[in-house]
Every structure is written in structure tokens, then in C-alpha cells.
T-cell receptor
Framework: AQSVAQPEDQVNVAEGNPLTVKCTYS??????LFWYVQYPNRGLQFLLK??????LVKGSYGFEAEFNKSQTSFHLKKPSALVSDSALYFC????????????????FGKGTKLSVKP | DSGVTQTPKHLITATGQRVTLRCSPR?????VYWYQQSLDQGLQFLIQ???????AKGNILERFSAQQFPDLHSELNLSSLELGDSALYFC?????????????FGPGTRLTVL
């Protein structure tokens, strides 16, 4: 079955320290990987995606993620965390080109709550 | 602001009732998706439309239906509502709906069924 796992429910980081939010996936075929962030009472905001090419992807607000095919991981990172980064982070995967008629949808992980303390 | 709009923002209704949620995609986007976010199920894909045609179906209940109109806005109809239908319903849109597209999400409609 196609799935995405975010092994940590919560990550706590001090402001200014590097942060990592973990994501692993299990899909058949080529994975297309996405990170979204959700602030309280807001919709999901797109951060970055991996489609093909360079394994290190840079996105919005200083975030980046590294695609590792051998470890089936796509961890989100930021060199220096800000208090304003505190939010709920979702990893998601789509798979292609055609799979069971569900090619359109994103499969989401359960989310990781990031808390950055001053 | 993603450019995707959803109305209403909040909806409170009773069991057994029917409601309609509305979504306007970003300008130029042809594909619309509906997702449900609940505490127990997380974020789940419901259905996708592309240029007025249903393209993919997920875990959508038979009591739920959707459509995309010629002006590309979409409506999600929820009927015979149950307490368990209380959730955040998100609409997303993308340019053409292929797997490499980025989906941009609206702010959501919070449905409370009493």
C-alpha cells in the first residue's frame, strides 16, 4: 500500500538551532514528494516539492528537503529555526504516472507539530 | 494567500441535514481537489475534477457528491449528515492535475454537525 510516515508527532527546537522534520514513504513507481505547512486556523501552504533531478530541494521561508531514494526518506530541514516556524508540517506523496485511477491525489502523513522556543 | 477561495468559512448544522461547500480555484487552474481533515482520519483525499470532468475518486462516501461547473468553480454536497462528518473540508487547485502539479489549498470550511 502507498503510504507516508512522519515518525514524530512533535519536534521541539530552540530558536536559532537547526531543525529536521522526518518523513519516509512507501510507494510503487516514481514518488513525487511534497511538504506543506499549516498554521492554526489556516489552510495548507506549499513549501517545496521533489519531482526529479537534484536530491536537495530548496523551498519557501528558508526550508529545504533532501530526497534519499535508498532510505525512502524526504526530511525537511532548516539551518536556523524561528519562533514563527512553529506550526504543523505535513509530508505528502503522489505517484505516477498512472496508478489505480488515483493519480490525482496527495497521500498525507499524519503531521508533525514543530515548536520553536525563544 | 493561495488564491483559492472557499465559502462558507464555518458551517454549523444538525444531523440529517444537507450542506453545500463552495470552492473557487486559482485563476487559470483547471483541476480542483477536495480533502477532508479530521482528528481521527487526518487529511484524506475525497475527489478530483479536471475541467468539469471527474478524474479521480478517493475515500468519498456515497452521501457526498461534487461537481465542477463551466466557470471551473466546484461544489461539494454533503447529505444525511452524521456527527462523524464534522471536519475541516479543504479545496485545492492545480494547473492541469497531473502528478507533478503543485496543489494550492484554500483556507477550508469548518463543518460542525450537532
Amino acid at each position: 500500500a502507498q503510504s507516508v510516515a512522519q515518525p514524530e508527532d512533535q519536534v521541539n527546537v530552540a530558536e536559532g538551532n537547526p531543525l529536521t522534520v522526518k518523513c519516509t514513504y512507501s510507494v510503487s513507481g516514481n514518488p513525487y514528494l511534497f511538504w506543506y505547512v499549516q498554521y492554526p486556523n489556516r489552510g495548507l501552504q506549499f513549501l517545496l516539492k521533489y519531482i526529479t533531478g537534484d536530491n536537495l530541494v530548496k523551498g519557501s521561508y528558508g526550508f529545504e528537503a533532501e530526497f534519499n531514494k535508498s532510505q525512502t526518506s524526504f526530511h525537511l530541514k532548516k539551518p536556523s529555526a524561528l519562533v514563527s516556524d512553529s506550526a504543523l508540517y505535513f509530508c505528502a506523496v503522489r505517484f505516477g504516472p498512472n496508478y489505480g485511477g488515483s493519480q490525482g491525489n496527495l497521500i498525507f502523513g499524519k503531521g508533525t507539530k514543530l515548536s520553536v522556543k525563544p | 494567500d493561495s488564491g483559492v477561495t472557499q465559502t462558507p468559512k464555518h458551517l454549523i448544522t444538525a444531523t440529517g441535514q444537507r450542506v453545500t461547500l463552495r470552492c473557487s480555484p486559482r485563476s487559470g487552474d483547471l483541476s480542483v481537489y477536495w480533502y477532508q481533515q479530521s482528528l481521527d482520519q487526518g487529511l484524506q483525499f475525497l475527489i478530483q475534477y479536471y475541467n468539469g470532468e471527474e478524474r479521480a475518486k478517493g475515500n468519498i462516501l456515497e452521501r457526498f457528491s461534487a461537481q465542477q461547473f463551466p466557470d471551473l468553480h466546484s461544489e461539494l454536497n454533503l447529505s444525511s449528515l452524521e456527527l462523524g462528518d464534522s471536519a475541516l473540508y479543504f479545496c485545492a487547485s492545480s494547473v492541469v492535475g497531473v502528478v507533478t502539479d503543485t496543489q494550492y489549498f484554500g483556507p477550508g470550511t469548518r463543518l460542525t454537525v450537532l
